[in-house]
């Protein structure tokens, strides 16, 4: 009678252990994944991230927007061709220096329409040098070693009552970082998202520079620009700051603490992810 009961509660405590292990395998292989995935896309740039997209925008811009910006480069230029008249005195104050300022901010104009992909495409490339140098500077691994944390918990010591808590936790929890991931994925593809769209219109805030009360929309765009390229090198001191965190995770200790302060770690993450692009946008007084 006896070995019948032991044989049920082995048999309950081995599929307990089964269910925890497959849970806990999920759950770090998805920190893991998810985690390598934010430091391999935030270093790309538009035309790396996905070519077609990238492609389609810049046609969209060259053939649908670039016009537009070609209209308000005319309606400036006329601007600044009645303002000289109404300054200088029906032109009877006339300098031979205001038709060369005049003709210089023209040329000016006219080339950062013409050559706005490649100045955005320059602001994207320099901000992926900054997060390539930070991945560089960035030593802390960030991935778990499944085996070795699921070993030194050391399941086999815990009883039944245990066991089923322990399972109920790490379904808990890795679920809750299943929706974490997919917080993830939005906040990196809302990101590429929104330089595509900048970068679609870029021809018009361009076309403003060079007018004096107009100036101020092309140079908020350049420092918008200069904000989300920079948003990758806050995402990837997040990622750095979570290596040191999960790096300093002890396992052994406590198992239960261990997995909900890996949720937390996970959460916490986020959090400063979503935060990344204000404090970029901030820390360039773009608005």
Known sequence: MFGIL???????????????????????????????????????????????????IRSLSETVILPVAGLIITYILCAEIIGMVTEKNSMHEVDTFMFFKYFFKAWVAIFLVAHTFEITMAVFDLAQHVVSGAAGVIHGSTAIDIDAAIAAMDLAAYGIPELLLLMLETFIVSFCLKIMGIVVTVILYGRMIEIYCMCSVAPIPFATMTHKEWGQTGNNFLRALLAIGFQGFFLMVCVGIYAVLVNDMIVAVNVHTAIFSLAAYTVLLVFAMMKSGNLAKSVFNAH
């Open 6 to 56: 032991d044989a049920i509660t082995e048999w309950i405590r081995e599929l307990l252990t089964g269910a925890i292990v497959s849970s806990l395998t999920s759950m770090f292989g998805d920190v893991n994944d998810k985690v390598g995935t934010i430091a391999a896309e935030v270093g790309q740039t538009p035309a790396a991230w996905n070519f077609n997209i990238f492609s389609m």
